[in-house]
Every structure is written in C-alpha cells, then in structure tokens.
DNA sequence: CGGCATCCGGGAAGATACTG
DNA sequence: CAGTATCTTCCCGGATGCCG
C-alpha cells in the first residue's frame, strides 16, 4: 500500500511538465483527459457524481472519479456533503476554480473559428449558458434589459441582461419576461446557427413562452466570429 | 496499410470528445500531451525541429513528430521550407494558431494563483517573453515609453512599452535603452520572485547594460495575483 | 442507486537506438 | 539535423462487482 502510493506519486512526477510556465502549470493541474470538462460542468454550481457522468457524454465512471480526486487534491474544488435529510454528496469548484472561467471563453472563441467544428454533437445545459457568457456582444447589449428563462433538460437558468453585460444563474423562473425551453442543441441552433424559431416550433424542438419578437432580440445579442478563411 | 489507416481513424474519432461545446472541441485539436507547448514555442515565430526539441524539457522526437502532424491537419501550424541557402525546414503558426494567445494567458493567470505553482523550474525564452505580455499591467504602464532588450539562451528578444501597452518581438537589439542578459529564470525570479537585481548581478545569473534604475521601473510593470488563501 | 475499487485490453506517451 | 523504429510503461475506457 505505502509502495503503492510512492510509485503512483513518482509516476505522477514523472508525467508533469517541468517547466515554471503558468500555463504547463495549469496543464499540470488540469491538462489531463476530462479535467477540464469536469470543471466546465461545476461552472454554474455544485452537482453530483452522477449528475457529471450524465452531463458528460462518455466518461467512465472510474476516470471520473479519478479526475475528481485529482482536482480536489489541487485545491480546484471541494467534496461536500448536503445538509440532511439530502444528505447527498456533491462536488463544488472552489473560488479560485470558479475563477477558470477565462480559459473556457480564450478556448472557446479560438475553436468557434475552427473549420471542423460540429455544431449537431451534443451539447450540455451548462455549455450553453456559458456560451452565453462568452459570446455575448457588449455593443449590442447596449441599452438592452431583459430577464430570459431557459428550461433545459435538467433544470431552470436565469439570463439577466443589463447594464451592457450579461448574468447567468441557477435558478427558478420566477419574474422572466420570457422562457425558451427546448434542448441545448436546438437552442444553440436558434442562436449560433440562424435557424429560425418558427421553424424549430414547429418541428417541436423548442417552445417559446412569451413574445416572439423579444426572443428575436435575445438571440440578437450573440454572435459567433467567422471561420477561419472567411 | 489501407487498413491500418481506418483502425487509426476510428481510434482517433472514438478519443474525441463527443461534444459541440467550443472548449471540448478546442481540447479535441490541442489537448494532447504536449500539444499546447508546442504551440507556445511557436508564438513569438517559427523554429526548427530540433529547437523545438530543446526548449520543451522532456518532450521526445516521436511524440514531437506526431504532435506536429496532428496540429498540421488541424490547421494550427504548416511546415515551411526556408529558402536556400538557408534550406532548413521550420515549423510556423498559421494565423489562426497565433490567436491562440489568450488561451495562454488564461491559463497562465489562473495556475500562477496555484499553491503548487514553482517558479524555480526551467523556463523557456519564449515563455517568459509571453509572460511579460500577460502580466504586464496596464495601469502601471500608463505614461511608460522604453525599450528593453532581452539576451537571453537562444537569441535576442526586443519588449517595447509605450502607448499603455506592451510589445515583444524577436529582434535585433539595435536602439534599446538597456539590455539584460542572463537565463530567463534569473530574470523572471528578478521579475516576478523580487530577488534584487544586485544580487542576481553578484551570482552571475543576470548582467544589466545600461541605467540600472530603468530596469528597476521596467521590473516595476509587472505584477503577479497574489496566491489562493492570501 | 451512488460512489468507488478492481481487472483487463488497447493505445498513447516515454526512452533509447538507429538512419538518411 | 530531422526524424523513424522499437520497446516499455502507463493512462484511458469498459466491464464487473462491492458496499453503504
């Protein structure tokens, strides 16, 4: 057992970047397989062991336990127990995980001009509310104030827009002006891929509860940047 | 070989994340082991095999080779031949690979918070010039006009601060204000670590060509964020 | 069922030696 | 110098099973 933990500690040194880089050091923390996935996924709240595996289409159970173990050890977040009677176990990104939200926006927006990107693939309920967060444009936000509701497949999210930026939550949706449900991907087609509304109600793939014309305009606020060669 | 070639396709399109998030597609194209060094060394422009080989503590030539294969596929980077006389083949970011910047720069703000984050490990030319892009800061900066020249291991580097921003090239060091010379963890330890330059001088790590107070104020732009917990 | 340990097969990474 | 060939080690992914 203790042979056991020093060979797994020396492999795990082997395996680092020696290099005082910040960023080899993050990839140190965070560069292997899932990591940073696991991180996106905690990036709007907690969320449980299995609530990570269903939100991350392909993972296996004991990669991600691994993952976990490793990003606590890291000091990326933490095991909580809920109160009872839940009583449940879930994982919480730490402040300083929360604060690697950049690197999702810098990857982000760097891959969005790549020619292979696939827009069908699936997409989580969180993907798309940090999608939001990073391709909103501050000038076309400008003078615009609105409370839009999403009720995706695992929940409610609130997007406040105000004061030229954009607020997401984890929320009920209490006091919206609007609510769009529907699958990530559908509504990820309606905003990134100019699909229209219409049509995606009529295929049943999205529902809109509230005024048309103020969806238009939410989905006006984002804009993807052009691929590379255009 | 024909169906060599189709088991490592499918090999391949089962390792990738299945997911139209733009993060997981940019770790689809760059998240390999390696992968995104390689692409930092080739920021400030192009370099040949072996240097690459030199600068990347660790990495060997035949995941360098593959590396360089599949960031050439993805577009990230083309193999160039120089002209004669020169005739050495060169590995150079395309313009999309160049945009990666910020990926480093949101990487490496966020590992330089990390407890574990050691300073004293080896460091390339590049990265440090890289750093000094990402920590610079604009406030401090604000009124500041120098050029500094940097001598470092494999060639000279020129940083230009003016304007409230902050510029670096691989050049010549014709009409800098000053120039320091020494490993660049000597300089980023006088940098980043505050060691004082007369003792970095005194070792030997670092030797300074001109005004010894404007490489004070030149140390002075940059700042690191202050650890997790402090 | 949620969380985790264990075993196994395949494939990626690492080290070294070798070649045009 | 710029890689290729080969061998070993280790990680990833899948399946199974344990236990609260």
């Given at each position: 057992m203790e042979l056991e933990k020093i060979t797994k500690v020396e492999?795990?040194?082997s395996r680092r970047y020696e290099?005082?880089?910040?960023?080899?050091?993050?990839?140190?923390?965070?560069?292997?397989?899932?990591?940073?996935?696991v991180i996106r996924e905690l990036m709007l709240g907690p969320k449980r062991f299995s609530d990570l595996r269903a939100d991350l289409p392909g993972i296996s159970a004991n990669v991600l336990t691994q993952r976990l173990e490793g990003l606590e050890e890291a000091g990326v977040l933490v095991r909580r127990k809920l109160a009872p009677p839940a009583s449940t176990q879930v994982y919480e990104?730490?402040?300083?995980?929360?604060?690697?939200?950049?690197?999702?926006?810098?990857?982000?927006?760097?891959?969005a001009r790549s020619p292979r990107h696939d827009?069908?693939?699936?997409?989580?309920?969180?993907?798309?509310?940090?999608?939001?967060?990073?391709m909103a444009d501050p000038v076309r936000m400008r003078g615009v104030k609105m409370r839009i509701g999403l009720?995706?497949?695992?929940?409610?999210?609130?997007?406040?827009?105000?004061?030229?930026?954009?607020?997401?939550?984890?929320?009920?949706?209490?006091?919206?002006?609007?609510?769009?449900?529907?699958?990530?991907?559908?509504?990820?087609?309606?905003?990134?891929?100019?699909?229209?509304?219409?049509?995606?109600?009529?295929?049943?793939?999205?529902?809109?509860?509230?005024?048309?014309?103020?969806?238009?305009?939410?989905?006006g606020l984002f804009a993807l940047p052009p691929k590379v060669g255009d």
């Amino acid at each position: 057992m203790e042979l056991e933990k020093i060979t797994k500690v020396e492999s795990r040194a082997s395996r680092r970047y020696e290099d005082a880089c910040g960023a080899a050091h993050a990839l140190d923390l965070v560069g292997e397989r899932w990591a940073l996935l696991v991180i996106r996924e905690l990036m709007l709240g907690p969320k449980r062991f299995s609530d990570l595996r269903a939100d991350l289409p392909g993972i296996s159970a004991n990669v991600l336990t691994q993952r976990l173990e490793g990003l606590e050890e890291a000091g990326v977040l933490v095991r909580r127990k809920l109160a009872p009677p839940a009583s449940t176990q879930v994982y919480e990104l730490t402040p300083w995980g929360y604060e690697a939200e950049p690197i999702f926006q810098a990857l982000g927006r760097w891959a969005a001009r790549s020619p292979r990107h696939d827009p069908s693939l699936p997409l989580s309920d969180v993907s798309l509310l940090l999608s939001f967060r990073t391709m909103a444009d501050p000038v076309r936000m400008r003078g615009v104030k609105m409370r839009i509701g999403l009720r995706l497949r695992r929940g409610g999210y609130c997007v406040r827009v105000g004061g030229g930026s954009l607020d997401v939550s984890r929320d009920s949706l209490e006091d919206v002006d609007l609510v769009i449900a529907g699958a990530p991907p559908a509504i990820a087609a309606a905003v990134y891929g100019g699909v229209p509304l219409a049509q995606l109600e009529t295929e049943g793939a999205l529902a809109i509860e509230g005024e048309h014309g103020l969806a238009e305009r939410f989905i006006g606020l984002f804009a993807l940047p052009p691929k590379v060669g255009d």
